[in-house]
């Protein structure tokens, strides 16, 4: 495929229970970065891979969330022991070049929209 | 306070109206602004891409940056009902690691 595609594209789980969120980049972006949007608070940064670079994990909320990025492609999420306010849309990007130079920008795949009961 | 500040609409306008959207920002670092559009249940697509100060503009869509008020613009003309989204205004440093995002203006086009 041309695109950053996810799955699932839906998740509903139980309070208390671990979910996994994989995203497939763009075939040769080095970058992939992973949001949060949750209703009328924007996109909310999560974590930044980079090559073969130790990733940049400043905007996961708490040690419940980790992510791994395995041959420099394919990339999961994982939220443990989820809350209900991890309720929202998990987005993931990528890039052909890290970000913060001229022309580069991210391209988003889809989303996974996680309802946690 | 938010890095950037996105007035959440919504807002609607009838076909053909020209609408203006509009980000505030307060991290002068910040060199490049893009506009974001959302459709329901999709993903954010990049719209328009401007780096530093300046206009640029596509077709119907008109990017504006100021950097000396840290404000920047997203006009449309000639809106059409396929307009209807949700547009998110976003920027970065250089050397970012990410991009900051506006919480998203919801815009409906009313044929």
Redo the contacts between chains.
């Keep these: 495929g041309a695109g950053?595609s996810q799955s699932p594209s839906n998740k509903v789980t139980e309070k208390g229970k671990d979910v996994e969120l994989r995203c497939d980049p763009i075939s040769g972006h080095t970058a992939l970065?992973w949001?949060r949007q949750s209703l009328?608070?924007?996109?909310e940064?999560l974590i930044?891979f980079?090559g073969n670079s130790a990733p940049?994990k400043?905007?996961l909320p708490s040690d419940r969330f980790s992510a791994e990025r395995t041959g420099g492609s394919v990339s999961t999420l994982t939220i443990q022991r989820t809350q209900q306010e991890d309720s929202a849309v998990y987005?993931c990007?990528s890039s052909l070049r890290?970000?913060?130079?001229?022309?580069?920008?991210?391209?988003?795949?889809?989303?996974t929209?996680l309802l946690v009961l | 306070q938010k890095e950037v500040e996105q007035d959440p609409g919504p807002l609607s306008v009838p076909e053909g109206a020209i609408v203006s959207l509009n980000c505030t920002y307060s991290n002068s670092a910040f060199q490049y602004f893009m506009w974001y559009r959302q459709y329901s249940r999709k993903g954010p697509e990049l719209l328009m891409y401007t780096y530093s100060s300046g206009n640029k503009e596509d077709g119907r869509f008109t990017a504006q940056v100021d950097k000396s008020s840290k404000y920047i613009s997203l006009f449309i003309r000639d809106s059409q009902p396929s307009d209807s989204a949700t547009y998110l205004c976003a920027m970065s440093a250089t050397g970012a690691n990410n991009l900051f995002f506006g919480t998203g203006t919801r815009l409906t086009v009313i044929p």
Excluded: K, M
């Excluded at chain 1, 009328?40 to 996109?43: K, S, V």
């Excluded at chain 1, 890290?98 to 989303?111: H, N, S």
């Design positions: 950053v970065y949001y009328g608070q924007g996109l940064f930044y980079q940049d400043s905007g987005l990007a890290p970000l913060g130079q001229p022309q580069e920008t991210q391209y988003f795949g889809p989303g929209r």
